[in-house]
C-alpha cells in the first residue's frame, strides 16, 4: 500500500508560481509511474502530467504545456509540479496519483487527498 501526501497549494495571482509536492511512503515510489490531476469545481477530474519511474517519459495536457513542469526525486520519495504563468482557470483541487507500474498510462491505483490551488484574477 502508497500513501500519497500532497503539499504546496494556496492562493496566487493570476501570472504567479506555485510548487506543488508529493510526498509518498514505502520503498516502492521508485519503481511506480506517478501523475498529477485536478478537478475544479463542478468539473470532472482531468489529467495535468504524468511521469515514469525514471522520469525519462514525460505527458503534459495541452492546458499545462509550456507552464507547468513535473518532476520526481527517487531519493526523496517525492514527485513535484512547478506551476508557472498560473492563470484562473487553473484553480482546482490538485491531486497526486501513482500506479503500479513503470510506465505512463492511462490508470492510476494511489491517489493522494489533494491540494487546492486558487488563482486569482
Known amino acids: 500500500q502508497v500513501q500519497l501526501v500532497e503539499s504546496g497549494g494556496g492562493l496566487v495571482q493570476s501570472g504567479g508560481s506555485l510548487r506543488l509536492s508529493c510526498a509518498a511512503s514505502?520503498?516502492?515510489?521508485?519503481?511506480?509511474?506517478m501523475g498529477w490531476f485536478r478537478q475544479a469545481p463542478g468539473k470532472e477530474r482531468e489529467f495535468v502530467a504524468a511521469?515514469?519511474?525514471?522520469?525519462?517519459?514525460?505527458r503534459y495536457a495541452d492546458s499545462v504545456k509550456g507552464r507547468f513542469t513535473i518532476s520526481r526525486d527517487n531519493a526523496k520519495n517525492t514527485m513535484y509540479l512547478q506551476m508557472n504563468s498560473l492563470k484562473p482557470e487553473d484553480t482546482a483541487v490538485y491531486y497526486c496519483a501513482g500506479r503500479t507500474s513503470k510506465w505512463v498510462g492511462d490508470s492510476f491505483d494511489y491517489w493522494g487527498q489533494g491540494t487546492q490551488v486558487t488563482v486569482s484574477s
Open positions: 514505502g520503498r516502492t515510489f521508485g519503481s511506480y509511474a
Open positions: 511521469i515514469s519511474w525514471s522520469g525519462g517519459t514525460i
